[in-house]
T-cell receptor, first 109, second 114 residues
Framework: DAKTTQPPSMDCAEGRAANLPCNHS???????VYWYRQIHSQGPQYIIH???NNETNEMASLIITEDRKSSTLILPHATLRDTAVYYC??????????FGTGTRLQVFP | DTGVSQNPRHKITKRGQNVTFRCDPI?????LYWYRQTLGQGPEFLTY????????KSRLLSDRFSAERPKGSFSTLEIQRTEQGDSAMYLC????????????FGSGTRLTVV
């Protein structure tokens, strides 16, 4: 079973920051937080991952709370092409990824 | 390398027929995963390989399902005696065997059993 809780859906205006929350209150010390997204009819796409520190790449930023029980994925300037289902996953060692139902983000003009 | 390739993209089959899907991973990746996804759900893990060894199979994987990765490169997923409940998107992903490395997914094979 997925170890994360995400809101089922969110809206965001184009050009604004999209902040997607994720709760992982039972996360253990050696589990990483991964984010993927899935655009309709495509395979999931890796976005970013982190262990303790905040991370940033060309796609997004990942903010992990100090107690690591929750995290937020930030898309700084959302575009219509960011409309997708976003999955937050915790992963231990080299275990397989277990997906939940994710957050459906709708970016509107 | 153009990423993970899956063939065919779409397959329509009659109930009771056998089907086989192929996945070509990124060449330097030693891990290969199969997932299944139905409408409105996240991908469900089916099985994975490290090189040619099948290391784990989900309890979702009935005896009608079999997967191989004969030379540690491409993989095939076969479903025998298909049922309507097998209709889904079948996704393949590859990765290095490292927790600090993400998966690369293919575009999937959409199976429709009529």
């Amino acid at each position: 079973d997925a170890k994360t809780t995400q809101p089922p859906s969110m809206d965001c205006a184009e050009g604004r920051a999209a902040n997607l929350p994720c709760n992982h209150s039972t996360i253990s010390g050696n589990e990483y937080v991964y984010w993927y997204r899935q655009i309709h009819s495509q395979g999931p796409q890796y976005i970013i991952h982190g262990l303790k520190n905040n991370e940033t790449n060309e796609m997004a930023s990942l903010i992990i709370t100090e107690d690591r029980k929750s995290s937020t994925l930030i898309l700084p300037h959302a575009t219509l092409r960011d409309t997708a289902v976003y999955y937050c996953i915790v992963r231990e060692n080299t275990d397989k990824l277990i997906f939940g139902t994710g957050t459906r983000l709708q970016v509107f003009p | 390398d153009t990423g993970v390739s899956q063939n065919p993209r779409h397959k329509i089959t009659k109930r009771g027929q056998n089907v086989t899907f192929r996945c070509d991973p990124i060449s330097e990746h030693n891990r290969l995963y199969w997932y299944r996804q139905t409408l409105g759900q996240g991908p469900e893990f089916l099985t994975y390989f490290q090189n040619e060894a099948q290391l784990e199979k989900s309890r979702l994987l009935s005896d009608r399902f079999s997967a191989e990765r004969p030379k540690g490169s491409f993989s095939t997923l076969e479903i025998q005696r298909t049922e309507q409940g097998d209709s889904a998107m079948y996704l393949c992903a590859s990765s290095l065997a490292s927790v600090n490395y993400g998966y690369t997914f293919g575009s999937g094979t959409r199976l429709t059993v009529v």
